[in-house]
């Protein structure tokens, strides 16, 4: 039987504590502490979905060279972090995301806003992290990093099948943070492979 849900759990106490902006903080290092050579020090990274800012909190520990974060809604500022806010399907967006690029590292953690039917939930995650993956093969250079959610259900496999085949290493992880009850699980890659693209003779 599955565990009562509360809100204010043992690690979102502990966020509060340790003055990090949410929970989810917690499953971003347990991620780098499993794949260390997944963030390298002094790098651009860019992550998708940030507030309230949890992610760029631990992702500023490795001195990025420049670190960028995207979300529809308000970021409250946090220093050294340029802060974006729109809609990564813009066109407005994807333009700026260019001009700043290359991207070594990639992290999204981004949600769709839930409905409560799983599987229209579980769709539009993967519709999420098709786009991160699209926007990826524009921004993302060869061998960079990419860490997406993903909400496990009918579509996944065939996403799974797409972004692994991308990367030289590529995993599914859920961390111990992520609540017991949610279908949320992370894909890591590591060492992007570009496609070839076909050339017009």
């Known amino acids: 039987m599955?565990?009562?849900?509360?809100?204010?759990?043992g690690f979102f106490r502990k966020a509060k504590q340790d003055?990090?902006?949410?929970?989810?903080?917690?499953?971003?290092?347990?991620?780098?502490?499993?794949?260390p050579d997944f963030l390298p020090k002094n790098?651009?990274?860019?992550?998708l979905g940030c507030a309230p800012g949890s992610f760029l909190q631990i992702l500023s520990r490795a001195q990025p060279k420049k670190l960028i974060g995207v979300d529809l809604q308000h970021t409250d500022p946090i220093s050294g972090v340029t802060?974006?806010?729109?809609?990564?399907?813009?066109?407005e967006v994807e333009k700026i995301l260019l001009q700043e690029s290359p991207f070594h590292v990639i992290t999204s953690d981004m949600a769709p806003k839930t409905s409560g039917i799983s599987d229209a939930d579980q769709f539009h995650s993967v519709k999420l992290c098709e786009?991160?993956?699209s926007l990826s093969e524009k921004i993302l250079p060869p061998n960079g990093n990419l860490l997406l959610k993903i909400f496990v259900g009918e579509d996944f496999d065939a996403f799974w099948k797409i972004f692994r085949a991308r990367f030289r290493?590529?995993?599914?992880?859920?961390?111990?943070?992520?609540?017991?009850?949610?279908?949320?699980?992370?894909?890591?890659?590591?060492a992007f492979l570009p496609q070839k693209r076909d050339v017009e003779k």
């Open 169 to 190: 290493k590529a995993k599914v992880f859920k961390p111990d943070a992520s609540r017991d009850r949610s279908r949320e699980t992370f894909l890591i890659g590591i």
């Open 2 to 9: 599955p565990k009562r849900f509360n809100p204010q759990d």
């Open 19 to 35: 003055g990090l902006r949410a929970r989810s903080a917690y499953k971003l290092e347990e991620i780098l502490k499993k794949f």
């Open 131 to 133: 786009r991160v993956l």
């Open 43 to 47: 790098k651009v990274i860019l992550d």
């Open 83 to 91: 802060l974006l806010q729109g809609d990564i399907f813009s066109e």
